[in-house]
């Protein structure tokens, strides 16, 4: 951490790393607040704090006796505050917990006076370079009426630098500036493969499943100080979102019926099963082909991530993953 009286202060490290007994001088982002509790010797609020990293940790202020003193440094708070804070690390009911008293520091920051990209992984890769293999895929395209959907798409300015800012997700994997473009070009590559090893599959239908799987996306999420859901995004999903915004570009070019169907329906299948939030099954192979290289894209971003961060937080061999049920080997 910088000094006191310096203007920017960095993150000395990610939630993943903490561990119990630890006193922390540390910067998080407000994820969500908890409001003021009173308890035996005064007052409490609790804070879930958040960063690069996707993890989140509680933080409990414990307060003196006098009510409005916590209310005003719990008022000062707003939704996605980055403050700096000192605090213990204990553990409370099996999971880590920031602790702190009214002694300890808690201090909200000011936009010039931390770095965005403490909290917001950056892109891995050069996304203009990126972006250009993208308008190279479209242009691969035979089909006239799928081609200028795709170039009506992402042709414009709006689109591409969002998309070329964009996460693939909040936590589970392509969490990083960039990270959506980095997995509809994953998911595409997986798609050309397939497609050198089935001649009878159709390139364009590939080519505009994968490019448009994941569009909604783009209204699913938003980036603030962290990556976190849209309003949009929380009631209806990047699938539903998707599905309109595409369907609505259709409708206004007149699209080919049988045309717009298989292409909406590669969208809607391309989470594979009813149960993963597909609102229909795949049910021709280039929706199968879809979902399967969205698939593969995602676990092994998922677990490669899992692999990385794990060897920096234990010395063991394997360490299980709550999400995918399964021991992790790590070395």
């Known amino acids: 951490m910088e000094e006191e009286n ?13 561990e119990e007994g630890n006193i922390i001088d540390d910067i998080f982002v407000v994820k969500i607040k908890r409001g003021i509790a009173e308890y035996s010797k005064g007052y409490s609020f609790t804070l879930i704090l958040t960063d690069s990293s996707g993890k989140s ?3 409990v202020y414990w307060g003196g006796k006098e009510k409005e003193k916590v209310r005003a440094i719990y008022d000062s708070i707003k939704a996605d505050a980055v403050i700096r804070i000192r605090a213990r690390v204990s553990s409370f009911r099996g999971k880590l917990q920031l602790s702190a008293n009214e002694d300890d520091l808690i201090k909200v920051l000011e936009e010039d006076e ?5 909290f917001v992984k950056p892109a891995r890769k050069d996304t203009e370079e990126l ?3 993208l308008l190279k895929a479209i242009e691969s395209v035979e089909n006239e009426e799928i081609k200028h959907l795709l170039r009506s798409i992402f042709d414009d300015d709006e ?14 994997h392509h969490n990083w500036m960039g990270g959506l473009l980095e997995h509809i070009l994953e998911v595409l590559d997986f798609c050309m493969t397939a497609e ?5 599959l159709n390139h364009d239908l590939l080519v505009a499943g994968a490019l448009l799987h994941d569009i909604g996306k783009l209204e699913e999420m938003e980036v603030t100080t962290r990556i976190k859901g849209t309003n949009e995004g929380q009631l209806l999903g990047h699938v539903m979102l998707g599905f309109h915004y595409v369907a609505k570009k259709m409708e206004e070019m007149g699209m080919d019926e049988n045309l717009k169907n298989k292409i909406l329906h590669i969208m809607v299948s391309h989470h594979g099963k009813n149960e993963n939030g597909s609102p229909k099954e795949p049910m021709f192979p280039e929706a199968l082909t879809v979902y399967l290289a969205d698939e593969m894209s995602a676990r092994i971003a998922q677990m490669t991530e899992f692999v990385e961060e794990a060897k920096e937080s234990t010395e063991d061999d394997f360490m299980y993953s709550k999400r995918q049920k399964v021991n992790i080997f790590l070395r």
């Open 131 to 133: 972006y250009q293999q």
């Open 6 to 18: 310096a203007k920017v202060y960095t993150k000395k490290q990610s939630i993943s790393q903490l």
């Open 196 to 200: 050198r090893n089935f001649p009878s």
């Open 159 to 172: 689109i591409k630098e969002k998309l070329k800012g964009h996460p693939g997700a909040i936590s589970i």
């Open 57 to 59: 940790i509680e933080y």
């Open 114 to 118: 931390y770095r965005k990209e403490d």
